[in-house]
């Protein structure tokens, strides 16, 4: 449930519906079904494997299967990337909390298509927010996360499942709505480009949290009896079942409510308040109880991810360089938060300055999930697949052989690890360069 937990954020509900509205709805959906199954699956594997067996964060875990070779740079790599991607992805945490805000007090009206640009253009409320939300990150990775967090999840995920089927249920019925299911449903596939390969591919490692060690390093707390397979596709599956409820929850609405598909980064935050007005028109009250479920929902769910993200970076301080709990997880805080606070500007004040033509928030985006989520990715598919002994991985698959199921199906795993994974990863990376 922590590692379905980690998976399911803000990359289901915020970032798959305006990446499929992005880079041409159905086709982007077709593209990445099929990268989630043949790729993301056996990277994540790949990192379980490597968890398990070292019963080590990333750095540890190198340093005990590879000892003084370069791979202690993958090991570096992965406590970076994750706070790279907590910087801007508690922005948008940020943007949650400000949207239970303002559920609790006042509700939806008829403001919903200027609240969001107004809000995140304004910075001290949006930094405000951000703030909050990194502390209560902080606060929770300060107390130790693994019995609340795990008790937490399985409380919270069931309840994020059936609000986003509310939601989805009363948004196919919006006057409008079948443009928005035809617009998930009917690939076209003249739209299909190696951009939509590269951004489908890095939109399933972002979901799945791929390629930075958090996966990893969750795996490293598994216990040597549970089934690495039956966990993976556990949280594999529940991740994309709520990719698409939510997918089917915003895109009939977006259309409804005459919003621009390809609007970016904002487009949830615009659509679902609409959504919540309309209700509220005819029944306030229920409108005011789901908006408010539903945001606390998603800030739940951000939150169960940024933990995952921080406890990498501070597991990483606390490990290695000997810091306190409470040193490592201050120091993770103020490097994330002036990140962070630069890529919330970027929405406002700073919305003028580009790195290699994308504001800072883009630029961050980008670079965690397209590249630096893919690299670290190709590293661990390699390392498994070439740099550990076959046995050796059959053995930490398998428990010792004692899976049926699981040495059956090594063989076609073990491929998609050694040849498969890397060749299509290489092939996308470079491409997308
Ligand atoms: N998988 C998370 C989401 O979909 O919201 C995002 C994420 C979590 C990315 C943890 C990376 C990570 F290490």
Not at 45 to 50: V, W
């Amino acid at each position: 449930m922590a590692m379905a937990g980690s998976a399911i954020g803000l990359g289901n509900i915020w970032r798959f519906p305006y990446m499929v509205g992005q880079y041409g709805g159905a086709v982007f959906i077709v593209v990445y079904l099929t990268a989630c199954i043949f790729l993301s699956l056996p990277i994540l594997l790949s990192e379980s494997i490597i968890g398990r067996s070292t019963q080590s964060g990333t750095f540890g875990a190198m340093e005990k299967l590879a000892p003084g070779t370069a791979w202690k740079w993958l090991g570096l790599l992965t406590v970076f990337s994750p706070l790279i991607i907590l910087s801007f992805y508690s922005v948008v945490g940020g943007w949650s909390i400000e949207y239970l805000w303002q559920s609790v007090t006042s509700g939806f009206g008829d403001d919903v298509s200027t609240l969001f640009g107004s809000f995140i253009s304004a910075p001290w409320g949006a930094l405000a927010c951000h703030t909050i939300f990194l502390a209560l990150t902080a606060i929770i990775v300060l107390a130790g996360v693994k019995s609340g967090i795990e008790k937490f999840n399985k409380v919270s995920l069931p309840v994020l499942f059936i609000l986003i089927i509310v939601i989805m249920v009363y948004s196919l019925n919006l006057p409008g709505a079948s443009s928005g299911v035809s617009y998930m449903l009917k690939p076209d596939f003249s739209k299909l480009t190696p951009s939509v390969v590269a951004a489908a591919m890095g939109q399933s490692f972002f979901s799945l949290s791929l390629g930075v060690g958090t996966i990893l390093t969750y795996s490293s707390y598994m216990k040597k009896s549970d089934n690495i397979l039956t966990t993976g596709l556990g949280s594999a599956g529940f991740d994309l079942l709520f990719a698409l409820l939510a997918g089917f929850a915003i895109m009939p609405a977006v259309f409804a409510a005459g919003i621009e598909p390809g609007a970016g980064p904002g487009l949830i935050f615009e659509t679902l308040p609409f959504i919540f007005a309309k209700m509220g028109a005819a029944a306030p009250v229920v409108s005011r109880i789901v908006s408010i479920l539903f945001f606390v929902t998603i800030v739940i769910a951000a939150l169960t991810s940024s933990i995952s993200m921080c406890e990498v970076g501070v597991a990483y301080l606390v490990e290695e360089k000997g810091m306190s709990r409470l040193k490592a997880t201050l120091l993770i805080f103020a490097g994330t938060w002036t990140l962070g606070t630069l890529c919330s500007l970027s929405f406002g004040p700073l919305s003028e300055v580009h790195l290699f033509g994308d504001t800072i928030f883009d630029f961050c985006d980008k670079l965690t999930s397209n590249y630096l989520m893919t690299f670290g990715s190709l590293l661990f598919v390699l390392f498994v697949g070439w740099k550990m002994d076959r046995a050796a991985v059959c053995r930490e698959f398998t428990n010792n052989g004692t899976l049926r199921a699981n040495s059956f199906l090594f063989g076609l795993l073990y491929f998609l690890i050694r040849y498969i994974a890397p060749v299509v990863i290489l092939i996308i990376f470079v491409t997308s360069l």
